[in-house]
């Protein structure tokens, strides 16, 4: 790399200007540290280092020490202006010794073990360097199949998920960033149901899973009829289903647990540039970015927060500044290809080959409120349309400028482009809408396309001090019309919601909708809206209310297919820690709860039998009791050591509902399973660890008691939790503020923790 530094000059004010959120997540995440964990350098040291990094590709197109010096200092600006930021592994690894700088790669499996076993290999030596995989399994014969080499049978793709997921289990990164799969099967696949399945009682934490639906799927599913299955070792019919049946239970898998998503995979091989290098499978984790075997992706978002003007007309958009930055995001992310050090000598070929690049945006929620657009109205889904509409037509300049200059991307030739008619690309495309979790905390910024989770929320610190955290453009408001008080920021973020606060004025509470407040169909036609001019895919969560219906999904499945978006993720919420159908054995026999079906408890003995466990909570001392007639447990009853208030109702609400579903037949284990690992605000250490919430004070007790029947003492141990975080729906497992969920992944925006990053 060229010496900069009598060259460049790089103002260092982002340090000041940064956020406190920003800085916390910065120094937690993305700074270089010592080795006792201690960051070495500033943001702008960061930032320095990335943009002297990422401009030394200019040294491979014939431009001197001064011409890359000028480069680095206008990437610099570029994402100290906070206007654009690459994905995160670009942030954390440019200059370093790692200098992986894809967040996500697509490897194939192929039906062997050869293959198999290469694929965890590889997958390994990915999550090691931060990357996360995706991977289709539909080329594994399916379950029962013949293998002729052993004269047995195969075991089939789900069996074969375990593995991979075990090896992500086992690859630490660091501590910077998580591994995370996107698994995909097609419809059309003979174990197609039991990947369907596969997540209902838990299994596979380390993946997001997917079903690739067919245009002859859907087609069936709107006729009602049959379709046929493809033995993919013999091509041929291998059974039909009933199409019909088989939606309807994708729709009350995902509905009960947030898996699997579905992705059109017709229309996402419709739009493959280079369709002559092969078929699109699988995507990358959240679902945004289609790839062919041994593809990566480089990301990068505008935050267009920052694009809004105020005219003596009203504000709109700076579409000047916008595109300029444009052209410059698509400068950067091109040459990011050029210093990216990729983990596999064939996926470095690939991504130089096609030089695909995803430009996308965050902030959109804020330009919508700074616009005073609903975002749940036509003008919200018409400027979107717009806005990325101009993005795609910018990036596309941008592209064909720099392919002017050096060359259009090596597998041009055969490629969607190649015709009298096609544009010279640089890139094989250009834009993608990425989830932008910590990168828009960095931002200071909403995440995505997404709407804001909330308004206001509250943010634990050191010894438990709740700090009351409310959206910048909210406040600014609320001061601004004199309706702002600090205890109305606290009811907000209680309820996270403007929704029935009437103190704050109804046009105001239209702007601020948060996600919770949206009808689910704007999310799919905000999707809808940028995903008309995206080459690559949208990210994008579809949020329901817990009491949402599985017709509710299935009404915005069969929309997102009407309307063109090329998959969908959805999440309700406290769906993680549901099941569509449980069974459970009791001495009168089994139980089976179905979702619409109702189950009477058995009845209280007169006499039962049991012990009393303290626990110190957050709240206080919690006394449990935990009871057994001669059918096992039946009944908890908790006491506060402190009489009345909201805990004390709460925990004998919890364990009232708790009593009932053990005489109900449910297994114990799976009650704790649920309860563990829940965190409040105000957790508190015992012996043995932390306890997160009086109801995980519950479940250690539970767990205690079991042990007591079965062995006859009982552990004071408290801390068994630390598996059970990762799956945690409501809450983070860092600091124990509110999760946000978007494509597969789980954002807290207290901390900059994310599932996935």
């Not at 709860?593 to 039962?608: L, N």
């Amino acid at each position: 790399m060229a010496d900069l530094n009598e060259t460049a000059t790089y103002p260092k004010t982002i340090n000041e200007t940064l956020s406190p959120n920003s800085l916390m997540v910065l120094r937690k995440r993305y700074l270089k540290k010592d080795e006792e964990g201690n960051a070495v350098e500033q943001p702008s040291d960061m930032f320095r280092r990335v943009a002297e990094n990422i401009a030394s590709a200019e040294l491979r197109y014939d431009s001197d020490a001064t011409e890359v010096a000028r480069v680095a200092a206008d990437f610099y600006d570029l994402m100290t202006s906070l206007e654009f930021l690459p994905n995160s592994p670009t942030l954390m690894n440019a200059g370093r010794e790692l200098q992986q700088l894809s967040a996500c790669f697509v490897l194939p499996v192929d039906d062997s073990m050869d293959s198999i076993f290469g694929a965890v290999r590889d997958t390994a030596l990915i999550h090691k360097s931060g990357g996360g995989t995706g991977f289709s399994f539909s080329r594994l014969r399916p379950g029962g199949d013949q293998v002729r080499s052993t004269q047995g049978v195969s075991s089939g793709p789900v069996s074969f998920m375990r593995v991979f997921n075990q090896a992500t289990e086992a690859v630490k990164q660091g501590g910077t960033r998580r591994g995370a799969n996107m698994g995909v099967l097609r419809i059309d696949h003979p174990d197609i149901l039991k990947f369907i399945k596969c997540k209902e009682d838990g299994d596979f934490a380390n993946f997001n899973i997917s079903v690739a639906l067919t245009e002859e799927f859907m087609n069936a599913v709107e006729a009602g009829t049959s379709y046929p299955l493809y033995n993919p070792r013999t091509k041929e019919i291998g059974g039909q289903l009933d199409a019909r049946e088989v939606y309807e239970l994708i729709v009350d898998m995902a509905w009960a647990t947030g898996d699997p998503g579905i992705i059109f995979i017709d229309r996402m091989n419709r739009d493959n540039p280079t369709p002559r290098l092969g078929e699109i499978e699988s995507t990358n984790p959240c679902g945004e970015q289609p790839l062919l075997p041994y593809e990566a992706c480089n990301l990068g978002s505008v935050n267009l927060s920052r694009f809004v003007r105020y005219t003596d007309n009203g504000p709109d958009v700076d579409w000047d500044r916008l595109a300029d930055v444009v052209h410059r995001g698509v400068h950067f992310l091109d040459n990011v290809i050029d210093v990216n050090e990729y983990p596999l000598e064939k996926i470095s070929e690939l991504a130089r080959g096609n030089r695909k690049i995803g430009l996308g945006v965050m902030g959109w929620a804020d330009l919508l409120i700074m616009m005073g657009v609903s975002y749940d109205s036509e003008d919200a889904v018409a400027l979107g349309e717009k806005v990325m509409g101009f993005i795609e037509a910018e990036a596309r300049a941008a592209s064909v400028k720099l392919a002017e200059t050096r060359g259009v991307f090596p597998n041009f030739e055969g490629s969607i482009y190649d015709t009298p008619e096609g544009i010279k690309l640089r890139n094989a495309t250009v834009t993608t809408i990425a989830p932008t979790g910590t990168l828009s905390i960095i931002a200071n910024c909403s995440s995505g396309i997404e709407p804001l989770f909330a308004v206001s929320y509250v943010r634990t610190v050191m010894d438990n001090d709740r700090l009351i955290e409310v959206n910048p453009l909210f406040e600014d408001i609320a001061v601004k019309q004199g309706f702002y008080s600090r205890e109305l920021m606290n009811l907000i973020a209680e309820h996270g919601s403007l929704h029935d606060m009437e103190a704050v004025p109804r046009e105001v509470r239209d702007v601020f909708v948060t996600a919770h407040d949206i009808a689910p169909e704007w999310h799919i036609k905000m999707q809808a809206s940028f995903q008309k001019y995206t080459d690559n895919a949208v990210s994008k969560t579809v949020n329901f209310g817990s009491e949402a219906l599985p017709e509710d999904v299935r009404k915005v499945y069969d929309l997102a297919h009407e309307l063109g978006v090329k998959g969908v993720t959805i999440y309700r919420d406290g769906s993680k820690a549901g099941q569509v159908l449980t069974t459970g054995k009791s001495a009168q026999g089994e139980v089976e709860t179905q979702r619409h079906g109702e189950i009477e408890p058995r009845p209280r003995p007169s006499i039962t039998l049991g012990r009393t466990e303290k626990i110190q909570t957050g709240c206080g001392n919690l006394y449990i009791t935990i009871n057994s007639d001669e059918q096992g447990l039946c009944e908890v009853f908790t006491q506060m050591g402190k009489s009345g208030g909201c805990a004390s109702s709460q925990s004998e609400a919890l364990s009232r509902m708790i009593s009932v579903s053990l005489r109900a037949g449910v297994d114990p284990q799976a009650i704790i399973k649920h309860l563990r690992g829940i965190r409040c605000p105000s957790p508190a250490w015992a012996q043995g660890g932390k306890v997160l919430s009086c109801a995980d004070a519950v479940g250690i007790a539970m767990e205690h008691y079991l042990e007591w029947m079965e062995t006859g003492h009982a552990s004071t141990i408290v801390s068994k939790n630390g598996d059970q975080l990762d799956n945690l729906s409501g809450a983070c497992p860092e600091c124990g503020g509110s999760l946000e969920h978007e494509s597969g992944c789980a954002v807290c925006r207290a901390c900059g923790y994310s599932k996935c990053a």
